[in-house]
């Protein structure tokens, strides 16, 4: 079973839909859970961290079910720009301090 | 906000030869840094965590004699790839915290896109 999993999509959505993605891990002793966001060929950049009581930034709304080992992410009123590949990311590696990154899942919003 | 630069951004080489790639913080001390592979329609594959001062924590399946890390200061990381060959063709990408403990983000480097011919 990999680490991080997560549907791949696409998904194609319309300006000004709300999409929602959806990851499990693998690691129960995971404590550090994050959503990334990769565009085509650059660097991931950090989106946003998941706490475990859920959180928003904007648009974005994040959550945690420990006892499913599950991370979600909601996007509400989709923007042209949002059309990118979603990391979920927990932490582990052999040290445990590096993060574990997920295929990704790609949205493209369209007008 | 925290800075890691990467360079090169693109390198050629050809099979046989080795490539070194160098990893900094700008902005921060970072006494570990993480090295990162991606494939195309991959995901990002950790190879090894770099530690300052000390050898380096390599994933398994991760040849180390092969990918050489060196951690010589709190600010830069190098990766060389040695004896590269076509197969080790990728997007290798470094990445640190600017914070101590692992429940901060990690910042990247803006990758090397590494092709053997």
């Given amino acids: 079973r990999k680490e991080v999993e997560q549907d791949p999509g696409p998904f194609n959505v319309p300006e000004g839909a709300t999409v929602a993605f959806n990851c499990t891990y693998s690691n129960s002793a995971s404590q550090s859970f994050f959503w990334y966001r990769q565009d085509c060929r650059k660097e991931p950049k950090l989106l946003m961290s998941v706490y475990s009581s859920g959180n928003e930034d904007g648009r974005f709304t994040a959550q945690l079910n420990r006892a499913s080992q599950y991370i979600s992410l909601l996007i509400r009123d989709s923007k042209l720009s949002d059309s990118a590949t979603y990391l979920c990311v927990v932490n582990g590696g052999q040290a445990g301090t590096a993060l574990i990154f997920g295929k990704g899942t790609t949205l493209s919003v369209s007008s | ?117």
């Fill in chain 2, 1 to 117: 906000g925290a800075v890691v630069s990467q360079h090169p951004s693109w390198v050629i080489c050809k099979s046989g030869t080795s490539v070194k790639i160098e990893c900094r913080s700008l902005d921060f001390q970072a006494t570990t840094m993480f090295w990162y592979r991606q494939f195309p329609k991959q995901s990002l594959m950790l190879m090894a965590t770099s530690n300052e001062g000390s050898k380096a924590t390599y994933e398994q399946g991760v040849e180390k004699d092969k990918f050489l890390i060196n951690h010589a200061s709190l600010t830069l990381s190098t990766l060389t790839v040695t004896s590269a060959h076509p197969e080790d063709s990728s997007f290798y990408i470094c990445s640190a915290r600017s914070s101590t403990g692992y429940n901060s983000p990690l910042h990247f480097g803006n990758g090397t896109r590494l092709t053997v011919t």
